[in-house]
Structures are given as structure tokens and as C-alpha cells.
């Protein structure tokens, strides 16, 4: 189980990096130091959710997505029990996908992107906090089950925020 002195470490180095985000994710850093002074959860349901995310790009400038009814996201789910830091269940979770010996690039071992938002209807009416990692693969070392949902989409073709922010990684820009 990864512990919350974890989250609170990754939100702590994310806003410090990234000042103009601390306001959207400051219940998530209210709620992390209610957890710390309580020594657990007191909040019955009602804390935001924590779920990991690979970002994966491949070689192509394609980021491995997960096709819906109507729309594409991102992949993220809740991080594993048997999970020790967010990045181990975030690549966990991309290799599960099918992804064949994701990397990391040098230098970009922290998330990419703390994504706040509305929590799934099976997670209650609550927020959550995507932790967004970035991922390199080669999309011939893939393997998606036949019907599978995971489809490459072009990095242009994704949020824009995503795709700037990936691209500033990368170092291209995104047309």
C-alpha cells in the first residue's frame, strides 16, 4: 500500500514546480494533512481519489488511449494494494494494458500531470486527482487483446493541455 506521506510528497513537488496549479489542487492537499494530524481517514467517503495514469507515447507521437462509447481518455484506475509508489502502479497498470517495456525518460521520473476532476459514478460524487506519468514505447512491442479497447491517438488529437504538456517533454511542439 502506498503510503499518504507518498501523495503528500507528489503534491508538495508538483505545486512547487507548478504554482498556478495549487488552487485547483489544494482540497487534495486540505484533505492529505487531515489525514497526517488524524493518523488515518476521518472524511467517510468523501476524500478525493487518488488513481495513477500512464501517459504512453510511442514513436509515432501517439498516446495510447481507451476508447468509449462516445469518447477517448486516458487510462488510470486505482493504484494496486501490493502498489509501493504511484509510478510502479502507473506502469503496472500500462503493462496490464498490453504495453510491451514502457521507460521513462531521463529526468522525468515525477508525474507530468496532477489532473483534478469529477470522480467515476462507481467512486461516489466525489473528486479525484489523476496522477499523470509519462511513458515512452515502442508500439510494435505492444500487444492489445483482440477488441480490446486501446487505441494510438495522435498527441494533437488529445486535450491540449495533455498534449502541451507532453510536448514540452518530448521537446516538439504539437501542431
Request: with cysteine; aromatic share 6%; hydrophobic share 45%.
Amino acid at each position: 500500500m502506498i503510503p499518504a506521506a507518498e501523495a503528500a510528497r507528489i503534491v508538495s513537488a508538483y505545486t512547487h514546480r507548478r504554482p498556478a496549479e495549487a488552487l485547483a489542487l489544494a482540497p487534495l492537499w486540505q484533505t492529505l494533512g487531515q489525514h497526517a494530524r488524524a493518523g488515518g481517514c476521518a472524511h467517510r467517503g468523501t476524500c478525493p481519489v487518488l488513481k495513477v495514469s500512464p501517459v504512453v507515447v510511442d514513436e509515432r507521437g501517439r498516446v495510447l488511449m481507451l476508447q468509449g462509447r462516445t469518447r477517448v481518455r486516458l487510462p488510470e484506475a486505482a493504484p494496486l494494494p501490493e502498489s509501493v509508489s504511484f509510478a510502479d502502479a502507473a506502469v503496472t497498470l500500462a503493462r496490464a494494458l498490453g504495453v510491451g517495456q514502457p521507460w521513462m525518460l531521463p529526468g522525468v521520473q515525477d508525474p507530468i500531470l496532477l489532473d483534478p476532476g469529477r470522480a467515476d459514478p462507481e467512486d461516489g460524487l466525489r473528486s479525484k486527482v489523476a496522477i499523470r506519468y509519462l511513458y515512452r514505447a515502442h508500439s510494435d512491442l505492444c500487444a492489445f487483446v483482440a477488441g480490446a479497447p486501446q487505441v494510438w491517438v495522435p498527441l494533437r488529437e488529445t486535450d491540449h493541455r495533455l498534449a502541451d504538456r507532453v510536448s514540452s517533454f518530448l521537446g516538439k511542439r504539437v501542431a
